[in-house]
């Protein structure tokens, strides 16, 4: 008889066979940063997860560096929006103020800048609105000089969030053109229109005034659509290939590590955070074991990088 039980009999075995293992090397933690003095502000639909003003990052940023989780992905909510998100570009716009502030005070940290519009447009949309729907070329545009602000800022990679064809190969070229040949770009290859991404519309005040975004942004039916957007990523000059969010696409992420020479990023988004936080205050689940599995299931599907408000959580777990 075959005893597949001998391998589990006990810890040591199964530490000697384990086969998927997490590190705190795997984790970027977002952070949402706001215009304006004094702001520490709990998400409530995030609990535990904060909106910080510039002069109170610090409280963040030294457990973030205690915890040594190596890099951060930046969310400005500016005090200013208009049609185009011009603060975007603003050399001393929110981002870019963050940026230089981290790389001054914490170097060790690697600084990464989610480009989008969202948070900065007045109506929520991922770039300038034509007949009611984002217009895709006039964005790129746009897109160009976002990066390019974020590039004299200082920052380490920058990440495209928007969805627009295209993306990649613009700011590809706009950052060598500049001369910023090595900055690296984190493609939202794959990112579906999923309905797990409400709360964070509560930390970035970004949601749409109007319609949503499933015009540019992938439906959650389709898998072999993710490989094409991908295929286009890869092609135009993307270094990291990411797909969002993680839990429900799990899939995706295997297809992905599966195809591509690359290293796979996955988003655990706001709702998968927001579910476990929920069930475990009513004592249905036990948080953190679901968390860690959770987690694990990400790392197990492909993901080389795992983007998640859990970092600081896990990190102290995987710290012991």
Not at 152 to 157: F, H, I, R, S
Not at 169 to 189: C, E, K, W
Not at 209 to 216: E, K, L, M, Q, S
Request: net charge negative.
């Amino acid at each position: 008889m075959f005893r597949t039980r001998r391998l589990r009999k006990s810890e040591g075995i199964r530490r000697l066979v384990r086969e998927t293992k997490l590190s705190v090397d795997d984790f970027i933690y977002p952070l949402f940063i706001e215009e304006g003095e004094n702001i520490k502000t709990e998400i409530v639909s995030m609990p535990g997860i904060h909106r910080f003003s510039l002069d109170r990052i610090s409280e963040e940023l030294e457990e973030v560096v205690t915890l040594n989780i190596p890099a951060v992905l930046l969310f400005g909510i500016p005090s200013d929006k208009d049609e185009e998100g011009t603060e975007t570009w603003n050399d001393n716009g929110i981002m870019q103020q963050a940026i230089r502030f981290i790389k001054k005070n914490y170097p060790s940290l690697y600084v990464i800048t989610d480009v989008c519009f969202c948070e900065y447009t007045s109506h929520g949309h991922c770039g300038i609105i034509h007949e009611n729907d984002v217009d895709n070329d006039a964005t790129l545009v746009n897109i160009a000089k976002q990066v390019i602000s974020h590039a004299k800022a200082g920052v380490d990679m920058v990440a495209p969030s928007g969805m627009m064809d295209g993306t990649i190969d613009m700011i590809r070229q706009s950052l060598d053109n500049t001369g910023f040949v090595n900055l690296p770009i984190m493609a939202y290859s794959v990112k579906y229109a999923s309905a797990f991404y409400g709360p964070f519309r509560d930390a970035a005040d970004s949601a749409p005034t109007f319609g949503d975004r499933r015009t540019y942004q992938m439906d959650p039916s389709n898998r072999d659509e993710g490989m094409r957007e991908a295929t286009f990523d890869d092609q135009e000059g993307a270094d990291i290939l990411m797909v969002k969010p993680a839990l429900s696409y799990l899939d995706i992420i295997r297809d992905l590590k599966n195809n591509f020479d690359r290293p796979i990023a996955c988003y655990n988004v706001s709702g998968e955070y927001a579910m476990v936080k929920a069930a475990a205050e009513k004592g249905w689940i036990d948080g953190e074991r679901v968390m860690m599995e959770s987690l694990l299931s990400m790392k197990r599907a492909g993901a080389d990088i795992i983007i998640t408000y859990f970092a600081k959580e896990a990190a102290k777990i995987l710290n012991k």
